[in-house]
């Protein structure tokens, strides 16, 4: 993906089967494009994702999609796989602790 590209989120519609986000890429001398990816409903009510991530999880997908083709996809509307999401979740977990402001037992 070049560095002469602006990617925007725009916002989201909830339909029936899935949300769908909505992105608008602007590049130098060039109309902006949109962008829509989605991810089915279920990802949300099985706990795949959480609703505050999706735009993020969608916006990696697209980043990846532009920088595969040098920033013209041949598609405009892309599904956020299983495995997109599993792969976000195992690279955005970290074990924290539940008082991360608390002196380790050895410094106490």
């Not at 060039?30 to 949300?44: D, G, K, M």
């Not at 195992?90 to 106490?108: D, V």
């Amino acid at each position: 993906m070049s560095d002469k590209i602006m990617m925007q989120f725009v916002g989201f519609v909830a339909g029936p089967k899935a949300r769908e986000y909505t992105f608008t890429v602007r590049e130098v001398f060039c109309e902006p494009r949109e962008f829509v990816l989605s991810i089915a409903l279920e990802a949300f009510n099985s706990h795949r994702v959480r609703f505050q991530d999706a735009p993020d999880v969608c916006a990696l997908r697209l980043r990846h999609e532009l920088a595969a083709s040098d920033n013209r996809p041949s598609e405009s509307h892309f599904q956020i796989t299983n495995a997109e999401l599993e792969e976000y979740t195992t690279r955005h977990t970290q074990s924290k602790s539940i008082f991360p402001h608390r002196r380790p037992k050895s410094e106490a």
